[in-house]
């Protein structure tokens, strides 16, 4: 398929070009924009810029999302932003510089132009700005026939809902019914008997992240935003904390690497280095340690080279257990798994299981550094150094994460190189200090 699309860019067959990206969904042209190299993007564009709808804009990753709404002619820009959910628009806009957020803004009809000005007063990263606010509500004293003729009569409804949430007259929420329960109840039974037990409301001012772990939590389809005075003002799907949930996870992942987590795919080299090369000099300097305490043993080593060729293998284990260990805990603290309550408990755990991999370990390196070098102190050496470095990579995998976060610290963000330099630090000096104390 990207041969093909490739070959219809590079013959300018815009004819070839539409037969095959016409039958994809609009979530697979959008990962076809994004995996392009800019100079093919801007080609595809010309030649497909007038099937850009409002799925396929929403589709797009942000992180070329702007260059994207540079290069589409502005009537189809106009027509796309019309068909998004107000959600959306907000998302697409939020990160675009003042002329492209007001041209885009003045494409709107007035009440959508005003819900999503009113979500652009939210802070980054809260409901507000998640929330859509086209929401079906319904009052609480209605029936289910009374609903599905109002259901019936409208034409503003947007495209996809999950929930009818019941208002009071104040525009309180006060519970909500599925479409399905809705579909197979007697045009006569009120809507209060058949509110779901799940229902809960979101205040427009918390995190996207709490939200996202409210619907994880407790399975929810969909959840109405309220204000300070509890009234309605939209609605959160469950498409969009999943996606938030995503980002979570993604952010993560590329923190504990030590890559920023607005790299993607399509950057060019100059990009990609700047991105990366700051957290690269963070670790030149943290790894500088390592070579503090080497240096401090100097004699040690020029009396007994052997310990030059061992000592990487005793602080790559540590380092490879300490990884292992902060993978763990930055999952359990993203989940909620990992909290006060269960902190010390955790702890323990991995201090267990670093003494047991230690002494397993110790048993191999040991026996192998005693047959290999026939020195039975060596083999001693290599043991305790191993035990040491496994205790101090299992503890630092876990206790690092938690002061950060203690401390309202992303534990992804500089966790990876506090317990690498710890395990670096703490194996070479257990290795090179038992060996002063046992072997010279």
Do not use: C
Not at 197 to 218: E, G, H, I, L, P
Not at 390 to 404: D, M, R, T, Y
């Amino acid at each position: 398929m990207l041969a093909q699309i490739d070959a219809a860019i590079e013959a300018d067959d815009r004819v070839a070009l539409h037969a095959s990206l016409d039958p994809l969904h609009a979530a697979d042209i959008a990962d076809i924009i994004e995996r392009l190299a800019p100079a093919r993007r801007r080609l595809l564009l010309e030649l497909y810029a007038d099937e850009i709808d409002g799925e396929i804009l929403s589709e797009i990753d942000e992180s070329i999302r702007e260059d994207v709404v540079e290069q589409l002619p502005r009537g189809v820009l106009a027509d796309a932003v019309r068909e998004m959910d107000s959600d959306d628009v907000v998302d697409l806009i939020e990160d675009l510089d003042e002329p492209e957020r007001a041209e885009i803004l003045a494409a709107l009809d007035d009440s959508d132009r005003a819900a999503v000005q009113q979500s652009l007063t939210y802070p980054d990263y809260s409901a507000g700005r998640l929330m859509q606010s086209e929401v079906v509500t319904a009052p609480e004293h209605w029936t289910v026939g009374d609903t599905i003729d109002f259901i019936r009569a409208e034409e503003w409804l947007p495209e996809q809902f999950y929930h009818i949430i019941l208002v009071d007259p104040r525009r309180h929420p006060t519970g909500y019914v599925t479409l399905g329960r809705l579909l197979a109840a007697r045009r006569d039974m009120p809507l209060r008997s058949l509110a779901e037990d799940s229902f809960r409301t979101v205040s427009v001012m918390a995190k996207d992240a709490d939200v996202a772990y409210m619907f994880n939590q407790y399975h929810l389809i969909s959840a109405p935003v309220v204000d300070a005075d509890d009234r309605l003002v939209g609605v959160i799907t469950i498409d969009d904390a999943m996606a938030v949930l995503d980002e979570e996870h993604e952010e993560d992942i590329l923190r504990l690497a030590g890559v920023n987590d607005e790299s993607h795919v399509s950057d060019g080299p100059v990009t990609t280095a700047r991105q990366r090369l700051p957290w690269l000099v963070i670790n030149l300097f943290t790894a500088s340690l390592s070579a503090i305490v080497i240096t401090q043993f100097e004699a040690t080593i020029e009396q007994l080279v052997a310990l030059a060729a061992l000592m990487p293998i005793v602080a790559s284990t540590g380092g490879i257990a300490g990884t292992q260990s902060l993978a763990v805990a930055v999952r359990a603290l993203a989940t909620r798994d990992l909290n006060r309550s269960n902190a010390r408990r955790v702890v323990m755990r991995e201090l267990g299981a670093g003494m047991l991999n230690g002494l397993g370990l110790a048993l191999i390196l040991g026996l192998a550094g005693t047959l290999i070098f026939r020195d039975v102190n060596l083999g001693v050496v290599l043991g305790l150094a191993m035990i040491a470095n496994q205790i101090v990579a299992a503890l630092g995998g876990v206790l690092v994460p938690l002061g950060l976060n203690k401390m309202g610290l992303d534990p992804a963000l500089a966790s990876g190189t506090f317990v690498t330099t710890m395990t670096d630090v703490m194996g070479f000096f257990a290795f090179l200090g038992l060996a002063t104390l046992i072997l010279i």
